[in-house]
Each structure stands twice: as structure tokens, then as C-alpha cells.
Nanobody, 117 residues
Framework: QVQLVESGGGLVQPGGSLTLSCAASGSNSPLYVMGWYRQAPGKQREVVATLSTGGHTNYGDSVKGRFTISRVNAQNTATLQMTSLEPEDTAVYFC???????????WGQGTQVTVAS
């Protein structure tokens, strides 16, 4: 059973940077895709960035050019580097993974990111 643990959230000023990390356990092979979603109060969960083992990336429109996702396939870890943060980026960020393309989604417990002066 795959489990995901996030770390790195916190409070940052507008224009600042923050890095989130996600570590997966319970899989002996690289997960098909890992990434991040976020959910702000009163809003639906939305994609932030995903990265497959084949190197395909997908970024949400609001973070393109500011956030960068990377991963180490052999270790099943993923990192989200966030720069030029804006108050609108405030949300709970959830690590996301699928073991295969058709497997169920696995979610982490979430980590809070707050952008405020």
C-alpha cells in the first residue's frame, strides 16, 4: 500500500520561495506519476504540477513559470520548488501519486502553505 508524506510547508512573504517535498513508501518500483494538488478554503482541489516517470510534466496555468516539479524515480520522491509566491497561492498542498496509469489516486495528508506579509 502506497503512502505519501509531505514536508516543507509554512508561512512565507509575497515574492518569497518555498520548497515542498513528498516521499512515498510501499512501492518497490517507481510510481507512474507523482505530483501536487492544492485546495484553498472554499475552492475545489486543483492541479499544481505532476510529473510522470517518462518525464511528462503538467502544470496548472496559475503556477507556470513560477513553480518547478522534479522527482527521483528510484527513490519515489518528488519536490516542488515554488518561487514568486503570491497570496493566491495560499492553500493546503497535497502530494499525489498513482502506481500505474489506471491505478487509484493516493493522497498525502497535506501541508499548509500560507503567503502573507
Amino acid at each position: 500500500q502506497v503512502q505519501l508524506v509531505e514536508s516543507g510547508g509554512g508561512l512565507v512573504q509575497p515574492g518569497g520561495s518555498l520548497t515542498l517535498s513528498c516521499a512515498a513508501s510501499g512501492s518497490n518500483s517507481p510510481l507512474y506519476v507523482m505530483g501536487w494538488y492544492r485546495q484553498a478554503p472554499g475552492k475545489q482541489r486543483e492541479v499544481v504540477a505532476t510529473l510522470s516517470t517518462g518525464g511528462h510534466t503538467n502544470y496548472g496555468d496559475s503556477v507556470k513559470g513560477r513553480f518547478t516539479i522534479s522527482r527521483v524515480n528510484a527513490q519515489n520522491t518528488a519536490t516542488l520548488q515554488m518561487t514568486s509566491l503570491e497570496p493566491e497561492d495560499t492553500a493546503v498542498y497535497f502530494c499525489y501519486a498513482r502506481r500505474t496509469a489506471l491505478a487509484s489516486i493516493v493522497w498525502g495528508q497535506g501541508t499548509q502553505v500560507t503567503v502573507a506579509s
